[in-house]
């Protein structure tokens, strides 16, 4: 089978990667790409006049394209995405929770937020943006790191060159410079054939650095097949080490056998060339595969049969490989806005220099007019009338009414305003609450931005799963929250290899209005639909953890802990703990019936125990046993009068059963009210058992700890 590129050791191989580099350069050259992005560029530095910088005129510019590009960057990058787990097959949800957890952190401690804010910068940009994903040994020393990319589209193609899906291409070439002194570093043995390739980096058309300059960009005429016959035939010498070389780097599809077996993992090679072809540095099979991993495992990762690449748009176009910039819709406004302001400057201009009309014919001198008062002597009435200031021009009112319908016009089309006033076409809407309207609105507007970019966040996590499952050969150490609490946790290789598809929240990277979050967290607490603590961990409110404890202690929490630090016996905390537990009736009621001891019973409990003289080990064993046969013969008298009244109160109902016995109806009624009213007298004496057993703790010195008001005691 005929493949693009040939067999790995053949001669042609590193020219036939130029020969696909030229024919990209080449498409995106004639189809205009190269010089849309370039003016794009310009018009992001706010250099949209061309005119000579000896202008006569004051030409100025209101850069709306870069408030309107900065805007929208901010708005679909102002919040981490959120990742999800789905399962494809069995697996343990612990494992799931993991796998988020692991994505999660690479994104926090990796930065990647910077690197997102970079992409849909470019995306906004150039209308297209490529990312890369590929494992780094040399980051995150000693075992390395995944990392991901913003690849600039000056350094990235594509093969076939119409071809719109990445991973549907038969190549992707990432071609870069590189210093000489780098290259010969890195790849030691061509150091004697590696060669400066200034004539091939001016082919790239990247004049980006030459427009932030200032500098004045010329064509390019010569072709690479002309300069890879020149370097040929011509024996190049290698230039000074601080110049650079064209790397290219060419990813391609290649399905070559072995023994009956492909030779590449998902049948994807690896090619790095450079000095237009001469030089072949490496040739590997797919880098994104570890070939210690068995294939089995090694099959089931993202990354085996696709490219570590993924092309998004700004804005989506079926009939291009390219996406859409919103700058080829708004440069043309922006260019109106600027036309206008600089007429505007120019009548401001002329008409501050105030002129004096002097007739010729008035027989006064010019220099009669300068300096201070003087008496002139026209020549006659009639050239008198001539002396007089010249009227400065006047500004057209319709220029400014034209200067704000384009502005509104260009905002309009753009969709971006300001959130914090949130104006849009000059009316102000500042409530909060139609803030949330507004962001709903700019969500709806920017849907295809935010598909795009929520597909390449998918892309890079999914990349970045495989490549963790490939090269985490070693234990790693990840932080995560649950609960409010920091917490680690040990991930490998071996436990990302889950049956599961990452996935993101569309829109989760949106901004979200804290005000309306907070208000509505305030309304579903008066709803009871949330706690406490979720109540203030969404207005963020500071150290609600301690606030929350010190409600669960109650009201008295914190004097009680005073107390005890203070050295106040427990039984008299326990004591005063039960009080703030009962209602005034109830502690009235329970005094009557001598259930509740008066406050001066409890200190004479208390100083009598502390009188007591001390005794030996001996005498405190024999106490116990008396005072443990004391505390079960009051249990033997609380259950003989349990019977006495569970007896009682059976006569009764057999009694009334009795009297109501020709009417079975009333009959049945009448059970369930004495059952009602024998189920609340059981109650009254378990709460009478209740504060006797408290009496008698009391008494032993042997209380429990203190409880607060409507909680259960939970002593023993």
Same mark, same amino acid.
């Given at each position: 089978?005929?493949?693009?590129?040939?067999?790995?050791?053949?001669?042609?191989?590193?020219?036939?990667?130029?020969?696909?580099?030229?024919?990209?350069?080449?498409?995106?050259?004639?189809?205009?790409?190269?010089?849309?992005?370039?003016?794009?560029?310009?018009?992001?530095?706010?250099?949209?006049?061309?005119?000579?910088?000896?202008?006569?005129?004051?030409?100025?510019?209101?850069?709306?394209?870069?408030?309107?590009?900065?805007?929208?960057?901010?708005?679909?990058?102002?919040?981490?995405?959120?990742?999800?787990?789905?399962?494809?097959?069995?697996?343990?949800?612990?494992?799931?929770?993991?796998?988020?957890?692991?994505?999660?952190?690479?994104?926090?401690?990796?930065?990647?937020?910077?690197?997102?804010?970079?992409?849909?910068?470019?995306?906004?940009?150039?209308?297209?943006?490529?990312?890369?994903?590929?494992?780094?040994?040399?980051?995150?020393?000693?075992?390395?790191?995944?990392?991901?990319?913003?690849?600039?589209?000056?350094?990235?193609?594509?093969?076939?060159?119409?071809?719109?899906?990445?991973?549907?291409?038969?190549?992707?070439?990432?071609?870069?410079?590189?210093?000489?002194?780098?290259?010969?570093?890195?790849?030691?043995?061509?150091?004697?054939?590696?060669?400066?390739?200034?004539?091939?980096?001016?082919?790239?058309?990247?004049?980006?650095?030459?427009?932030?300059?200032?500098?004045?960009?010329?064509?390019?005429?010569?072709?690479?097949?002309?300069?890879?016959?020149?370097?040929?035939?011509?024996?190049?010498?290698?230039?000074?080490?601080?110049?650079?070389?064209?790397?290219?780097?060419?990813?391609?599809?290649?399905?070559?056998?072995?023994?009956?077996?492909?030779?590449?993992?998902?049948?994807?090679?690896?090619?790095?060339?450079g000095c237009g072809g001469k030089i072949v540095f490496s040739d590997d099979n797919n880098p994104s595969i570890n070939p210690e991993l068995s294939v089995e495992d090694a099959i089931k990762t993202y990354?085996?049969?696709?490219?570590?690449?993924?092309?998004?748009?700004?804005?989506?176009?079926?009939?291009?490989?390219?996406?859409?910039?919103?700058?080829?819709?708004?440069?043309?406004?922006?260019?109106?806005?600027?036309?206008?302001?600089?007429?505007?400057?120019?009548?401001?201009?002329?008409?501050?220099?105030?002129?004096?009309?002097?007739?010729?014919?008035?027989?006064?001198?010019?220099?009669?007019?300068?300096?201070?008062?003087?008496?002139?002597?026209?020549?006659?009435?009639?050239?008198?009338?001539?002396?007089?200031?010249?009227?400065?021009?006047?500004?057209?009112?319709?220029?400014?009414?034209?200067?704000?319908?384009?502005?509104?016009?260009?905002?309009?089309?753009?969709?971006?305003?300001?959130?914090?006033?949130?104006?849009?076409?000059?009316?102000?809407?500042?409530?909060?609450?139609?803030?949330?309207?507004?962001?709903?609105?700019?969500?709806?507007?920017?849907?295809?931005?935010?598909?795009?970019?929520?597909?390449?966040?998918?892309?890079?996590?999914?990349?970045?799963?495989?490549?963790?499952?490939?090269?985490?050969?070693?234990?790693?150490?990840?932080?995560?929250?649950?609960?409010?609490?920091?917490?680690?946790?040990?991930?490998?290789?071996?436990?990302?290899?889950?049956?599961?598809?990452?996935?993101?929240?569309?829109?989760?990277?949106?901004?979200?209005?804290? $005000?309306? @979050? *907070?208000? +509505?967290?305030?309304?579903?607490? &008066?709803?009871?639909?949330? !706690?406490? /603590?979720? #109540?203030?961990?969404?207005?963020?409110?500071?150290?609600?953890?301690?606030?929350?404890?010190?409600?669960?202690?109650?009201?008295?929490?914190?004097?009680?802990?005073?107390?005890?630090?203070?050295?106040?016996?427990?039984?008299?905390?326990?004591?005063?703990?039960?009080?703030?537990?009962?209602?005034?009736?109830d502690i009235e009621s329970a005094v009557k019936s001598g259930e509740l001891p008066l406050f001066d019973q409890i200190i004479q409990s208390l100083q009598g125990q502390s009188e007591q003289p001390q005794?030996?080990?001996?005498?405190?064993?024999?106490?116990?046993?008396?005072?443990?046969?004391?505390?079960?013969?009051?249990?033997?008298?609380?259950?003989?009068?349990?019977?006495? $009244?569970? @007896? *009682?109160? +059976?006569?009764?109902?057999?009694? &009334?059963?009795?009297?109501? !016995?020709? /009417?079975? #109806?009333?009959?049945?009624?009448?059970?369930?009210?004495?059952?009602?009213?024998?189920?609340?007298?059981?109650?009254?004496?378990?709460?009478?058992?209740?504060?006797?057993?408290?009496?008698?703790?009391?008494?032993?010195?042997?209380?429990?700890?203190?409880?607060?008001?409507?909680?259960?005691?939970?002593?023993?």
């Open positions: 089978m005929d493949e693009l590129i040939p067999k790995e050791g053949d001669p042609k191989v590193g020219y036939r990667v130029f020969e696909i580099l030229d024919e990209i350069l080449k498409y995106r050259e004639n189809s205009g790409r190269t010089k849309a992005w370039n003016r794009y560029y310009e018009l992001r530095r706010n250099k949209h006049w061309k005119s000579p910088k000896n202008s006569k005129h004051t030409l100025l510019t209101a850069n709306l394209l870069g408030k309107s590009h900065h805007n929208t960057v901010n708005m679909l990058t102002d919040n981490n995405p959120t990742f999800n787990a789905v399962q494809t097959g069995e697996t343990d949800p612990e494992a799931l929770d993991s796998m988020l957890r692991t994505c999660e952190n690479w994104w926090t401690e990796q930065e990647q937020q910077n690197v997102f804010y970079e992409s849909v910068s470019d995306g906004e940009l150039y209308g297209t943006v490529v990312e890369k994903v590929s494992f780094d040994i040399d980051k995150e020393f000693p075992y390395g790191e995944v990392d991901a990319e913003t690849v600039s589209m000056f350094n990235f193609g594509w093969y076939p060159v119409k071809e719109r899906d990445i991973q549907e291409c038969e190549a992707v070439l990432h071609f870069f410079p590189l210093s000489v002194r780098k290259v010969k570093r890195q790849f030691s043995k061509f150091k004697d054939m590696i060669v400066a390739d200034s004539d091939y980096l001016k082919q790239l058309g990247d004049t980006r650095s030459e427009i932030s300059l200032g500098e004045k960009h010329q064509g390019y005429v010569a072709t690479f097949a002309g300069i890879i016959k020149n370097l040929v035939g011509s024996g190049a010498v290698a230039s000074d080490d601080n110049e650079n070389v064209l790397m290219v780097e060419c990813w391609v599809r290649d399905y070559t056998e072995v023994g009956g077996e492909a030779k590449y993992f998902g049948n994807i090679r690896r090619i790095i060339a990354c085996w049969d696709k490219y570590p690449f993924s092309k998004n748009y700004s804005v989506t176009d079926t009939a291009s490989p390219f996406g859409m910039a919103d700058y080829e819709q708004l440069e043309d406004l922006n260019i109106e806005v600027n036309k206008t302001l600089s007429a505007i400057t120019l009548v401001k201009d002329k008409g501050s220099a105030l002129k004096f009309v002097n007739p010729k014919d008035s027989g006064i001198p010019d220099t009669h007019f300068l300096g201070g008062p003087a008496i002139i002597r026209p020549t006659s009435t009639f050239t008198a009338s001539g002396l007089k200031w010249l009227e400065p021009p006047r500004l057209d009112a319709n220029m400014l009414q034209a200067l704000t319908i384009y502005k509104d016009l260009f905002f309009t089309i753009a969709g971006t305003f300001d959130l914090d006033q949130a104006d849009s076409a000059g009316r102000n809407v500042i409530a909060y609450k139609a803030l949330a309207v507004l962001l709903e609105n700019v969500s709806r507007m920017l849907k295809d931005k935010i598909r795009n970019y929520s597909k390449m966040i998918r892309e890079r996590g999914r990349m970045y799963i495989s490549h963790g499952q490939n090269w985490y050969t070693e234990d790693r150490w990840i932080t995560y929250e649950k609960n409010g609490k920091k917490n680690t946790g040990r991930i490998n290789g071996k436990s990302l290899l889950i049956p599961a598809k990452l996935t993101v929240v569309s829109g989760s990277t949106m901004p979200r209005s804290q $005000v309306q @979050e *907070r208000e +509505e967290s305030i309304e579903l607490f &008066k709803m009871s639909a949330i !706690d406490q /603590e979720a #109540l203030l961990e969404k207005i963020d409110f500071p150290d609600y953890k301690k606030i929350l404890e010190r409600m669960q202690q109650g009201p008295f929490g914190e004097l009680f802990k005073k107390l005890t630090e203070l050295g106040v016996p427990e039984g008299m905390l326990q004591y005063f703990q039960d009080i703030a537990g009962m209602e005034e009736k005794t030996s080990p001996v005498d405190g064993a024999e106490v116990e046993v008396k005072m443990a046969n004391a505390r079960k013969i009051d249990a033997e008298i609380e259950l003989i009068r349990e019977k006495i $009244v569970t @007896e *009682r109160l +059976e006569r009764e109902v057999k009694i &009334k059963g009795v009297e109501f !016995d020709e /009417e079975k #109806l009333k009959i049945e009624r009448t059970k369930i009210l004495e059952e009602l009213k024998a189920n609340d007298e059981n109650r009254r004496i378990e709460r009478v058992k209740t504060l006797n057993s408290i009496v008698s703790s009391v008494k032993s010195n042997k209380q429990g700890p203190y409880q607060e008001r409507g909680l259960v005691s939970n002593n023993v």
